[in-house]
């Protein structure tokens, strides 16, 4: 007979998005999963798998939660600099200096990780498309100047995001992060 489980694997897989949030994989052992899931060892191995196969499950569960948070009814201009505070709002808060689960990934990657490399490299281009689509929406609808290129405005974009997000970890600073910001914006504004 099935033993069934004695845990929200929901609430489990959460604890260890968050574990490997703040740690990072190589930081991250085992032992430091079972004590933040509750759970027992073998019904991490039993449920989840090994260790990696619960990062890709914890990666995809923040990628996802990030993707619908970009998610807006808002005018193109307003989607991008809402996005834009709420990243200097995170990058301020107590929890802050945990940076971006996209952002550490990609600092920690192993060369050798083909599928978390292609995971980070999609999450990421689709930040990118986030800006661009918007870029091109609101040049369509003239809430945005033609003469911005989009693509490079997207890409510049981007990488404003990858560089908030990595200084707040060390320099959670409100006027910093918010100047980083402003000028990200100022292309489209």
């Known amino acids: 007979m099935a033993r069934t489980k004695a845990f929200d694997i929901e609430e489990a ?83 802050g200096a945990r940076g971006c689960f996209i952002v550490n990934t990609a600092l920690e990657l192993e060369m050798h990780d083909e599928a978390m490399r292609g995971s980070v490299a999609k999450s990421l281009a689709s930040i990118e498309a986030f800006f661009f689509d918007n870029i091109r929406a609101g040049q369509q609808d003239g809430s945005i100047d033609e003469e911005v290129d989009a693509r490079k405005t997207a890409q510049s974009m981007l990488s404003s995001v990858i560089g908030l997000r990595v200084l707040s970890r060390s320099r959670p600073e409100r006027a910093l992060l918010q100047n980083i910001a402003d000028s990200a914006v100022a292309p489209i504004l």
């Not at 930081?27 to 619960?54: C, N, P, W």
């Not at 923040?62 to 505070?85: E, H, L, N, T």
């Open 13 to 95: 897989l959460e604890k260890a998005m968050n574990a490997f949030w703040s740690r990072g994989y190589a930081s991250t052992s085992v032992h430091d999963l079972v004590e933040a899931m509750q759970i027992q060892r073998g019904s991490l191995y039993g449920t989840f798998g090994d260790k990696q196969t619960l990062f890709r499950l914890a990666y995809e569960r923040y990628d996802a939660r990030r993707q619908k948070g970009m998610q807006s009814a808002r005018s193109p201009v307003d989607a991008i600099c809402a996005w834009f505070r709420k990243l200097v709002e995170e990058g301020c808060a107590e929890n």
